[in-house]
């Protein structure tokens, strides 16, 4: 006869069903939208050893009137000829072209949602083949930024096919 002390686990005949998923509540996420200058400076006091191992300005200083001496840094002079110095001077030149990218773009993108009524894929087209150069939308007043939205956008529109073709990655 079967003993009444049951010794081990348990079984059963279905398989208990986990939950794949949890529930939680509402999260909300406000970002910060920072503007080139500030995400300059960010950048800046991030890669401060950069901007340090980069510095090659005033090598050498004259110093004291009466008697007039010349003093020599060291530390500058050995980041001038240093590969660690120019590898920072060259990440000191990314940082800047993001900045002059960034500042375009703050006013590039508005004007071009604005002015071209393109949207999607032609949109984003027309603005990487005709992104204006920092110095000129920089000088450029208002009415030749608009002037200059205006004759690219006739552009793209006699030959967006060409354009569409030649900024598509190449196939292998």
């Known amino acids: 006869m079967a003993s009444d002390k049951f010794c081990g686990q348990p079984t059963s005949d279905t398989i208990p069903l986990h939950r794949d998923t949890i529930g939680i509540e509402a999260v909300n996420i406000n970002r910060a939208v ?21 510095d090659n300005k005033n090598i050498i200083t004259a110093i004291g009137i009466i008697p007039p001496g010349i003093a020599l840094n060291i530390n500058k002079l050995y980041n001038h000829f240093a590969k660690s110095g120019k590898e920072a001077r060259r990440f000191q030149k990314v940082l800047e072209d993001d900045f002059k990218l960034d500042k375009v773009d703050q006013t590039w993108y508005p004007l071009t949602q604005k002015l071209t009524k393109l949207d ?3 949109l984003e087209d027309f603005r990487r083949y005709y992104h204006p150069d920092f110095e000129w939308w920089a ?10 939205v205006f004759k690219r956008l006739k552009n793209f529109q006699d030959s967006s096919a060409h354009i569409r073709s030649y900024l598509a990655l190449p196939k292998r």
């Open 120 to 122: 999607g894929q032609q």
């Open 139 to 148: 000088a450029a007043e208002e009415y030749e930024q608009l002037d200059y």
């Open 34 to 54: 920072l503007t080139p200058e500030e995400k300059y400076e960010r950048n800046k006091r991030e890669f401060r050893s950069v901007y340090f191992n980069g």
